[in-house]
């Protein structure tokens, strides 16, 4: 496939109203947790991104049929007879590790490749296994392949999580539904998306309760009491945060509909001290600014904290306040190489090991830049928008992995944006 890149000139335009997909870290193990159901399970608002179209593929290797229409996904499960996921599909896609609680929960095995460069002990993997096996699950490790087993079936735990990690504790979830007895995750992670997913899996027959809370508690079913349903993934919180950070950086104003604000409480919280006004209704957001921005202090932390994923974001609004912002990055430990990229269009950012203090300046450059990551390439788009010139962002598979039509959105709230071949882009 021809390589892609978004051109942007800088007209420091954003207004109006934008709607925002399904959670694309919802969607993901919604999908999973269709293999307990052993049946057809249809999902409403899946956001079209190439995230979906990997665990489709994932779960379509298991023997899956996945269907879709618009943003309603049918995962027909009844016919999965494979216990293994590829590692050409894995090591596209983390978040595929997620089939593997699903997988125990069904069939008591199962048989995951490591995700790339990932190895027990190291970026957190081993939470997800010593959870599991306080359940009973064993583990080893063959060629790459993590081999899980339940020698003598799974019975409930109580399992205290040394981290609130989002993966450790949806892996947890969807196998504990199955075990036998009472099962409590506590320190568990709280993230809107963890909730979405307890909804789904009591729909399915499960007995969850406390998701959303630190202590998440399931009375284990047997497996013939589970069954598919029908299920609306929540809105995404971190692309209406980037949608709101735009309306932020240009002044707005800028509307986004299909996010619970709930979801983005420290985020609104923040805006609001850079000098933004930010009304709420049940299901919108809006942000408009006529001062100049202020900087501010961040630090990510699990949530209700502020989230990793809108570190970025945020960082390109304190590269124009005033004065000096401190960010201080506690989840992801390469979460700042974006700064490199935003340093290229002109901000001023001095990095000192998880810390990044920014100097406000009053304009950036135009220049071009590559996504590190999903949601440092969205955040340089906008930087786009907001510098002087043409700006093109370069490496648009990591933005396409989590932002449904990003470039369209934009150039409906006014930005002057195209996406085009990179061969088409002169020098």
């Avoid at 896609?93 to 699903?102: D, E, F, K, N, Q």
């Avoid at 996010?259 to 933004?276: S, T, V, Y």
């Amino acid at each position: 496939m021809n390589q892609e890149v978004i051109i942007v000139r800088g007209n420091h335009t954003l207004t109006g109203d934008v709607s925002v997909a399904g959670a694309k870290n919802s969607a993901l193990k919604l999908m999973a947790a269709a293999l307990l159901g052993q049946g057809a399970t249809t999902l409403h608002n899946v956001p079209l991104i190439s995230d979906i179209e990997i665990m489709s593929e994932v779960l379509e290797r298991l023997g899956a049929a996945v269907t879709r229409d618009g943003h309603t996904l049918t995962i027909d499960t009844s016919a999965v007879d494979s216990c293994e996921t590829p590692y050409e599909l894995v090591s596209k896609m983390r978040a595929s590790i997620s089939v593997l609680g699903p997988l125990i929960g069904r069939f008591g095995e199962a048989r995951v490749a490591m995700p790339g460069g990932c190895q027990i002990g190291a970026r957190k993997i081993d939470m997800h296994l010593v959870g599991l096996e306080a359940l009973g699950v064993a583990f080893d490790v063959d060629h790459g392949v993590l081999q899980a087993t339940t020698p003598h079936g799974m019975r409930g735990a109580h399992v205290y999580l040394e981290f609130p990690s989002v993966g450790a504790t949806e892996n947890m979830l969807m196998a504990s539904v199955t075990a036998e007895g009472h099962t409590a995750i506590e320190n568990a992670a709280c993230e809107p998306e963890i909730e979405d997913l307890a909804n789904m899996l009591n729909a399915m027959g499960a007995k969850v309760s406390g998701a959303g809370t630190s202590l998440i508690e399931i009375e284990g079913v047997a497996l013939d009491a589970l069954h598919p349903c029908e299920h609306t993934c929540v809105g995404d919180r971190i692309e209406a945060g980037t949608f709101l950070v735009g309306g932020a950086l240009t002044g707005g104003p800028v509307t986004v509909h299909g996010i619970d604000p709930a979801f983005l409480r420290m985020a609104i919280m923040k805006l609001r001290a850079m000098g933004c006004e930010v009304e709420c209704g049940p299901d919108w957001v809006r942000v408009s600014r006529s001062e100049p921005l202020r900087s501010v202090d961040i630090q990510t932390l699990p949530h209700p904290g502020f989230p990793t994923d809108l570190q970025a974001q945020f960082m390109l609004l304190a590269a124009l306040a005033d004065d000096v912002s401190v960010i201080t990055e506690n989840v992801f430990e390469n979460r700042f190489m974006f700064a490199a990229e935003l340093m290229r269009m002109g901000a001023d950012v001095t990095l000192d090991d998880h810390h990044a203090i920014v100097r406000g300046v009053s304009e950036l450059e135009g220049a071009p830049v590559s996504s590190t990551d999903l949601r440092a390439g969205a955040a340089l788009v906008l930087a786009g928008i907001v510098a002087d010139g043409e700006t093109s962002v370069h490496h648009l598979e990591h933005i396409d992995r989590g932002y449904e039509d990003y470039a369209g959105k934009l150039a409906s709230l006014g930005a002057d944006i195209r996406r085009v071949p990179a061969d088409a882009v002169v020098g």
